[in-house]
Structures are given as structure tokens and as C-alpha cells.
T-cell receptor, first 111, second 115 residues
Framework: KNEVEQSPQNLTAQEGEFITINCSYS?????LHWLQQHPGGGIVSLFM???GKKKHGRLIATINIQEKHSSLHITASHPRDSAVYIC?????????????FGKGTKLSVKP | EPEVTQTPSHQVTQMGQEVILRCVPI?????FYWYRQILGQKVEFLVS????????KSEIFDDQFSVERPDGSNFTLKIRSTKLEDSAMYFC?????????????FGPGTRLLVL
């Protein structure tokens, strides 16, 4: 049973398109993380949120605690946004670092 | 910008050998973590470490694994007797706070191949 589900698994977009990646989870959480994994394997943390919405540049993350759902949006997508985007959650009662990860969404943005 | 570093970037070892993966967390951080990612699979939590002791560990982190902060800067993961299934990318991460107001910073990873 996957406690963190992401959709879609793969996404191909044209440069400039608005992109949405979804994450649903089945456990009680303290926080939800959005991470970016580059083709070389390195992981960068994009957002950590426990309610509402956060924005950084062209990236927007939202979370609905009642519905146990989060979305990551990319506006005006660019080929350099091509990466795997991973949703991860910190379970209620657990430590911040004990994350449950989704399988990731592989995004490819074509010029 | 401060960053987490890991060495080596790649390591190849024979089954049954001991390996030590090294990490240098961000200097004022207090909380340290190891994760692994088997090729083609999702990232998995291994262990969290604070105040010179393990604060939480997963089922994966069995007696073959140990962590240590031997000095003020390094944070190491030791696998005593490697198995083929230990082949994976190992990520170290650190954070400055225990609460949920600060995210973690990940290192670039060490790719371990056990033959």
C-alpha cells in the first residue's frame, strides 16, 4: 500500500505551459515536502508546508489538509524545469526527517 | 550558499566488505539524516541523528548499519558487511531545527555498487 501517491507518473510539456503535479497521502502528517531530483541524482528541497500555499518564483505549492492532497504548479515552464518532482510527508508523531516518499513525477519540458 | 557535501561520489565494493560513506553537513545544523534510493525506486528513510545519538530509524536500518559523528564536522554511515541489495544511492541531509519550520538540505549522494 502506497501512503503517498503522485500523479501523473510521467509528464511531457511544451515550453511555456502551466504544469500541475498532484500528491495524495493517506496518513496524518506534520508537514509535506516537495523535492526536485535532477538527472544526476541530486535532490533539492523546494517547499515544506503544513497548510495553505507557498510561492517561490515560478513554483507554487498548495496543500488541503482535509482532503489530504497537495499540488505543485509550475508557471511558464522551461526546459531547465525537466526533473523528477517528489512529494514526501512527515508523519504525525514522527521526526521531521522520517519522511515517506512518493515515487516521483518525471517532468520533461520540450523547447 | 552553504551546502551538504558527501564523499565519495561513487564507490564500488565486493559483497561482504565494510564501507563508510561520509557526509559533511551544513556547519550550524544539528539534525542529520541518511536516506537511500535503490535504482528505479523511491527514496527511503534510514536514520535520523541528533545530539550524538540516533533519534529514529527505519526497519531497513538493521545491525549491519551504524552512524557516527566522529568529530565536529563529519557524519558517517557504515555498512559492516555489504550485500548485493545494498547497492543504491545514499543521501545525507541536515537541518537546523527539529520543528517543522525549516526544511532539510540534501547532499549530492554517494552511489554505492556492491558486486
Amino acid at each position: 500500500k502506497n501512503e503517498v501517491e503522485q500523479s501523473p507518473q510521467n509528464l511531457t510539456a511544451q515550453e511555456g505551459e502551466f504544469i500541475t503535479i498532484n500528491c495524495s497521502y493517506s496518513v496524518g502528517i506534520s508537514a509535506l515536502h516537495w523535492l526536485q531530483q535532477h538527472p544526476g541524482g541530486g535532490i533539492v528541497s523546494l517547499f515544506m508546508l503544513s497548510s495553505g500555499k507557498k510561492k517561490h518564483g515560478r513554483l507554487i505549492a498548495t496543500i488541503n489538509i482535509q482532503e489530504k492532497h497537495s499540488s505543485l504548479h509550475i508557471t511558464a515552464s522551461h526546459p531547465r524545469d525537466s526533473a523528477v518532482y517528489i512529494c514526501a510527508v512527515s508523519q504525525l508523531g514522527g521526526s521531521q526527517g522520517n519522511l515517506i516518499f512518493g515515487k516521483g513525477t518525471k517532468l520533461s519540458v520540450k523547447p | 550558499e552553504p551546502e551538504v557535501t558527501q564523499t565519495p561520489s561513487h564507490q564500488v565494493t565486493q559483497m561482504g566488505q565494510e564501507v563508510i560513506l561520509r557526509c559533511v553537513p551544513i556547519s550550524n545544523h544539528l539534525y542529520f539524516y541518511w536516506y537511500r534510493q535503490i535504482l528505479g525506486q523511491k527514496v527511503e528513510f534510514l536514520v535520523s541523528f541528533y545530539n550524538n545519538e540516533i533519534s529514529e530509524k527505519s526497519e531497513i536500518f538493521d545491525d549491519q548499519f551504524s552512524v557516527e559523528r566522529p568529530d565536529g564536522s563529519n557524519f558517517t554511515l557504515k555498512i559492516r558487511s555489504t550485500k548485493l541489495e545494498d547497492s543504491a544511492m545514499y543521501f545525507c541531509a541536515s537541518s537546523g531545527r527539529r520543528d517543522f519550520q525549516e526544511t532539510q538540505y540534501f547532499g549530492p549522494g554517494t552511489r554505492l555498487l556492491v558486486l
